[in-house]
């Protein structure tokens, strides 16, 4: 049966830990919208692939995210999930993608040129250059209306749209146009040492993210040393504003802040604590089962083929491939 419900497109990468910030930025939001759309989540490992890494970690991670997607609330029944590279499509699209697209298309993006200027003295894999292309042959390949993501993925996904449109001048209706759904609380969540850059995964100091597997007392001595005052003494309001929205993503309701510092940013600690506690308890749960988590990826890939070979079939004919 045809469904009316709109289609939603996400994925997250398995690299590392997964922060505060992808979980208030992008997962927490996934959650909510399974009841109302038909959705689609990736963990999304050729991604990660374009940093390199040691294949017994990078399985590991690879599990961990997807156990971790379950933990969070995402429902094997309620939503496709599924691990990138057991979609063979992903890859090919995004082959036919990257011979649409301008050198400067891809050059030009801020997350490029940003990696670009600050990791400059290392070597920047061709895949980090190309991403792009394979993220919008993820969103593309599954009919997608809206894409639920942080704000320092709304440009990508705005390149995807282009894309389709692009696609479907040329070659007659292929793609469904997507759109970026960013969240109006939790889509920048910030270092908690620097105000101004993003909570990050690779950061080098971990005393800037919150990873959602941190126990209390990391959680409670991450807040304490978290940036608030510069040295003149003088109050930050983006470090502020921080902390209030990291306070708001965990309990829905606004903070006061406190004369006392130390209890300002015990209390965030607390709460923030109090919502990744039932996670890391599934979580627990979950890992000693990789059969059971296997299994649930397993059946997502068989779902999400069918979408995917169909829209890949469709490419191919449109643009005169042999059969
Ligand atoms: P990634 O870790 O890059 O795979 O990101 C997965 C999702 O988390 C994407 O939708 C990102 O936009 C989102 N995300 C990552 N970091 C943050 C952050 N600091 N604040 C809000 N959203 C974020
Ligand atoms: N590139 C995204 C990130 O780093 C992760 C991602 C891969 C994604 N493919 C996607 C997000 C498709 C949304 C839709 O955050």
């Not at 993925?153 to 749209?161: I, N, T």
């Not at 003494?233 to 309701?253: E, M, P, R, V």
Request: hydrophobic letters at 40%; charged letters at 25%.
């Amino acid at each position: 049966m045809l469904s009316l419900k709109k289609n939603v497109f996400a994925a997250v990468q398995p690299s590392g830990t997964i922060t505060i910030g992808n979980y208030y930025g992008a997962i927490k939001k996934w959650v909510e919208l399974q009841d109302k759309f038909n959705c689609s989540f990736s963990v999304a490992d050729f991604h990660s692939l374009s940093i390199r890494q040691t294949p017994k970690i990078f399985n590991q991670n690879i599990l961990r995210t997807c156990a971790c997607l379950i933990a969070c609330g995402l429902s094997p029944q309620k939503s496709t999930l599924f691990v990138q590279s057991d979609v063979a499509a992903h890859a090919e699209l995004s082959q036919i993608i990257n011979c649409h697209l301008e050198f400067d298309e891809l050059f030009n993006l801020d997350q490029f040129r940003f990696i670009k200027s600050n990791y400059a003295q290392n070597l920047v894999n061709s895949a980090i250059f190309t991403y792009p292309s394979l993220m919008a042959a993820d969103i593309l390949l599954y009919n997608t209306n809206l894409v639920p993501v942080g704000e320092d993925q709304r440009q990508h996904v705005e390149l995807a749209k282009i894309i389709a449109k692009r696609f479907n001048k040329m070659y007659g209706k292929i793609f469904t146009s997507p759109e970026p759904l960013v969240p109006k609380t939790g889509s920048q969540i910030m270092s908690l040492q620097n105000p101004s850059k993003k909570m990050s995964k690779s950061d080098k100091n971990e005393l800037s993210r919150i990873s959602i597997f941190d126990d209390e007392n990391t959680i409670t001595s991450k807040f304490s040393s978290a940036f608030l005052d510069s040295p003149d003494g003088k109050l930050s309001k983006d470090a502020l504003n921080n902390l209030a929205q990291i306070y708001f993503c965990a309990t829905g309701k606004k903070i006061q802040m406190e004369k006392d510092h130390k209890i300002f940013k015990k209390i965030i600690a607390k709460a923030v604590y109090e919502d990744l506690k039932p996670i890391q308890e599934n979580f627990s749960v979950l890992i000693k089962n990789e059969d059971r988590i296997k299994k649930c990826y397993k059946e997502g890939s068989d779902k999400a083929k069918i979408t995917a070979e169909k829209t890949l079939k469709t490419v191919k004919e449109k643009l005169g491939f042999i059969s």
